[in-house]
């Protein structure tokens, strides 16, 4: 800042100037190289924290649930609805039948 203002001609302020700049522009690049550090740094600490904390767990029973859905499946194919529709409808019928008999 000094060499700039204590500078006498105009191309040696420019010059300086735009040294200025790209030493700034490297300081702003190595500011955010600083950060990713820092966030991969804390993010593997994390993770190691996890691994540990896993290896303590691995001694547990651990069990699992198996819940089934009743109703329609997700995927309902064209046509099927009606199907099913229809086969209801027959089989009322033929219990209303055997019931009158």
Do not use: C, F
């Amino acid at each position: 800042m000094r060499q700039v203002e204590a500078s006498v001609s105009t191309e040696e302020r420019k010059e300086l100037q735009r040294e200025q700049e790209r030493l700034l522009l490297k300081m702003e690049r190595k500011g955010e190289q600083i950060g990713q550090l820092y966030k991969h740094k804390t993010q593997i600490k994390k993770l190691r924290k996890e691994g540990n904390s896993r290896q303590k767990r691995g001694n547990e029973v651990r069990g699992t649930t198996t819940v089934s859905i009743r109703g329609r499946s997700a995927a309902v194919r064209p046509g099927e609805r009606s199907q099913s529709n229809l086969r209801l409808l027959r089989d009322m019928r033929a219990l209303q039948t055997s019931l009158w008999t």
